[in-house]
């Protein structure tokens, strides 16, 4: 009655377990087109020739590689979008005005309830005359030239060009004019996770082509979310095991002393454990993998376990990195990213992700 009551307990916890690491983050989704988009600008920027049979993984590596803030957008639920209208204060170029008919402009907007932006939609521009939209008879046009990720500035250009309805730049300029504008990226007042926060300047300096800190901040948003992992596991066997300890009993009504201080000290075990903060970060994380069977044991979770043993790697990298020694080999950051994030997905969504390419959360 013991062993069968013990078993009990110990998948009942596995259980709460994988629902409390599954909570972490909602379920993400990811659109085919967007993937494939990426990845053919991918290989048409590296000069790659275009491989009609590419499988999901590859095609997904290519585009984390080519523009992961794309991929990220729509996968990473802690991203948001809000649209924005601004009163246009266009700087024109108004030098030798009477001899001109075309006057470049440019404005800055400063986005303020954004930490971080992460794409900027495409501007437009509306113009009014006496409450009168007259937007139609005007020709000018408006772009984004750039925008600064962590500042919050998107930095705009345009040009005004004379026709038969207004031929004025100081008419032009007495117009009421409107700039409205999406912006992506993670809101200041919302709570993000640390490792959300690492993989996204990790995404940003990749687009930088700086692969080195995309390295870095990849890895720290792994560990970080190795972390979480552990002290989630930690808080949930502190705050349940007297809980624990009366399903045990409830499961075996003919306890005996002996019996119940195995159970106690089963779950003293892992409170002590997981309160350890000297243990390596892989150790953490193969710990907390094993706490909801993952493991090289479990033929559900082959193909993504195999990913946990390059860990060791992508550590080497790491401290090759920090530390300033040279690095040998070209940085793939993208590969690292995939094997990050599938990891990561593979956990929250208790399926392998590295056996089905993500084709679950693929539409």
Not at 11 to 38: A, N, V, W
Not at 204 to 215: D, Q, S
Request: charge should be negative; charged fraction near 30%; hydrophobic fraction near 35%.
């Amino acid at each position: 009655m013991h062993d069968k009551a013990f078993a009990e307990l110990k998948s009942s916890i596995m259980e709460d377990i994988k629902d409390t690491l599954s909570k972490i983050i909602k379920e993400p989704q990811i659109k085919l087109e967007i993937i494939e988009r990426e990845y053919d600008d991918y290989v048409y920027e590296m000069g790659l020739p275009y491989n009609d049979s590419a499988t999901n993984k590859e095609k997904i590596i290519g585009a984390l590689s080519h523009h992961p803030l794309n991929i990220m957008n729509i996968l990473i639920s802690y991203i948001k979008n809000k649209n924005y209208k601004k009163e246009a204060q266009l700087i024109f170029d108004s030098e030798n005005y009477k001899s001109r008919s075309e006057f470049p402009f440019e404005q800055c907007i400063k986005i303020e309830d954004f930490s971080i932006l992460t794409y900027v939609g495409k501007p437009n521009l509306t113009v009014f005359s006496d409450d009168t939209e007259v937007t139609d008879y005007i020709d000018v046009v408006i772009e984004n030239d750039r925008y600064n990720h962590l500042s919050g500035e998107i930095f705009l250009k345009g040009k005004f060009s004379y026709n038969s309805e207004v031929y004025s730049i100081f008419l032009f300029d007495d117009l009421e004019k409107y700039i409205d504008i999406v912006v992506f990226g993670l809101l200041k007042n919302d709570n993000i996770p640390s490792w959300i926060e690492y993989m996204i300047e990790g995404c940003i300096n990749l687009e930088y082509k700086n692969k080195k800190m995309a390295f870095l901040n990849i890895f720290a948003a792994f560990d970080n979310f190795i972390e979480l992992m552990n002290k989630k596991i930690f808080d949930y066997y502190v705050e349940y095991y007297t809980e624990h300890i009366k399903t045990y009993k409830t499961g075996n009504p003919s306890w005996k002393q002996d019996e119940l201080e195995e159970v106690k000290e089963h779950l003293k075990d892992k409170i002590k454990k997981y309160g350890k903060e000297t243990r390596r970060i892989e150790d953490k994380l193969r710990d907390a993998l094993r706490e909801i069977e993952i493991n090289g044991n479990n033929s559900k979770f082959k193909d993504m376990f195999s990913l946990v043993g390059k860990f060791s790697a992508i550590a080497k990298m790491r401290n090759t990195i920090s530390h300033g020694s040279k690095v040998e080999n070209d940085i793939d950051v993208g590969s690292a990213l995939y094997i990050v994030l599938t990891i990561i997905l593979s956990v929250l969504l208790y399926q392998d992700m590295e056996t089905n390419q993500w084709t679950n959360i693929i539409s």
